[in-house]
T-cell receptor, first 114, second 114 residues
């Protein structure tokens, strides 16, 4: 079965440093990989989407990489701030191109320490 | 713009009772889905729909029914509630359902079955 794993359940980073979160998957490489932010008591909010033919995607202080050889995506927050504290989820699409099922990892709870 | 609206926010049921979780979106999205989120398990797909009149099962469909009579609404029915269905339920929609469109989530329904 397809699995998507986020290595760290929790991560503490000093304010101003770069936070790096890891997402690994098994078997086939998905066509798309997405990252979401979730705050307590709220639904996930979309951050970035990266395609299999893209190595890197950036949005302001956020950067996502996608390595199909390592079967891994990295999510970076540069110049981290306490407001970046949240749980971050990665998700990938299903087995066949066009598969409608998006599978999520269990998330990494990020805390930025002032 | 309301986005995805879920009602109720909280619900307590007794074992064996039935209820419907409501989900509505005002973005004219074709794709809608229901997830449940449990500690340590991440978001798991229950049912999804790629358009009005079309539904399909996700990873954990047992004990739940869905229908999609309009583009806007995608209710989730619990037929006979069980304590194992205690969870937070999220409805989500997207323009397309192939992993190449961001999911827009509601803020969830927290369900407790006693």
């Amino acid at each position: 079965s397809q699995k998507i794993e986020q290595n760290s359940e929790a991560l503490n980073i000093q304010e101003g440093k770069t936070a790096t979160l890891t997402c690994n998957y098994t078997n086939y490489s998905p066509a798309y990989l997405q990252w979401y932010r979730q705050d307590p008591g709220r639904g996930p909010v979309f951050l970035l989407l990266i395609r299999e033919n893209e190595k890197e995607k950036r949005k302001e202080r956020l950067k996502v990489t996608f390595d199909t050889t390592l079967k891994q995506s990295l999510f970076h927050i540069t110049a981290s701030q306490p407001a970046d504290s949240a749980t971050y989820l990665c998700a990938k699409n299903g087995a066949n191109f066009g598969n409608e099922k998006l599978t999520f990892g269990t998330g990494t709870r990020l805390t930025i320490i002032p | 713009n309301a986005g995805v609206t879920q009602t109720p926010k909280f619900q307590v049921l007794k074992t064996g009772q039935s209820m419907t979780l409501q989900c509505a979106q005002d973005m004219n999205h074709e794709y809608m889905s229901w997830y449940r989120q449990d500690p340590g398990m991440g978001l798991r797909l229950i049912h999804y729909s790629v358009g009005a009149g079309i539904t399909d099962q996700g990873e954990v469909p047992n004990g739940y029914n869905v229908s999609r009579s309009t583009t806007e609404d995608f209710p989730l029915r619990l037929l006979s509630a069980a304590p194992s269905q205690t969870s937070v339920y999220f409805c989500a929609s997207s323009y397309q359902g192939f992993g190449n469109s961001p999911l827009h989530f509601g803020n969830g329904t927290r369900l407790t079955v006693t």
